[in-house]
């Protein structure tokens, strides 16, 4: 599908600030210019990282009456997802502030607390998949609460004790059959811009990863042979 033209509506005027939202969380990666109350131009590349990001941000630019020196905010998405997807995106974004200084503002969200206002009814809980058996869940935790909480549960518990979720589907594959009337597609296109990145976003000085715990890594035994 061709990319649409830069909406002349939303482009900020010298004076506001331009904001870029880098999300690698999950396939496909997808970075865009958020407006007000939804997007100037948004791109996706279902690459990985490495390439994906440096063409996205490339093409995103390119025939648009704006460019990457003009971005005074960055909004990080820090996951959950891809450890190596996400950590390349956060050596872009150290890259961008290290060449820009102080005149860029960094803002970071959590995937799973984004997701929760892309529905046009958001659902009590919702839950993506972690390491394998495992399960995310996010919990709202207040009625005007846009930063809620995240536990990690065994699939089969979570499944059982939150039954009401929206689940975002496992780009890996699994066993786990969810109905397709309970699946969440991760798709930015479907929040209203700055209006819901601010709701979840905080500020940060330099983008972090998320990670939940530990990586976990099973011990080299040598195997000696005789004889």
């Known amino acids: 599908m061709p990319t649409p033209p830069a909406d002349q509506r939303n482009i900020p005027s010298h004076h506001s600030p331009l904001a870029l939202v880098v999300d690698a969380s999950g396939s496909p990666i997808q970075i865009g210019l958020p407006s007000a109350h939804g997007w100037i131009r948004l791109e996706t590349d279902p690459s990985q990282a490495m390439q994906g990001i440096f063409h996205l941000v490339h093409k995103l630019f390119d025939g648009a009456p704006l460019s990457l020196k003009q971005v005074s905010q960055i909004y990080f998405c820090e996951g959950p997802g891809s450890t190596l ?88 594959g699994s066993n786990l059959v969810i109905p397709s009337s309970s699946t969440l597609a991760y798709d930015l296109q479907k929040i209203k811009g700055l209006e819901d990145l601010q709701k979840v976003s905080l500020s940060a000085e330099q983008p972090l990863p998320y990670s939940p715990e530990p990586m976990t890594f099973k011990k080299w035994e040598p195997s000696l042979k005789f004889g």
């Open 85 to 172: 997807g996400l950590r390349l995106a956060a050596a872009f974004v150290k890259t961008l502030i290290w060449q820009r200084g102080d005149s860029v503002q960094l803002f970071q969200y959590n995937a799973l607390d984004l997701a929760m206002l892309m529905p046009t009814s958001p659902p009590p809980s919702l839950q993506a998949p972690f390491r394998r058996g495992r399960r995310f869940v996010r919990l709202s935790t207040g009625e005007n609460s846009f930063i809620g909480e995240k536990k990690i549960m065994e699939e089969e518990d979570a499944i059982r004790e939150y039954p009401q979720s929206l689940h975002i589907p496992d780009q890996r």
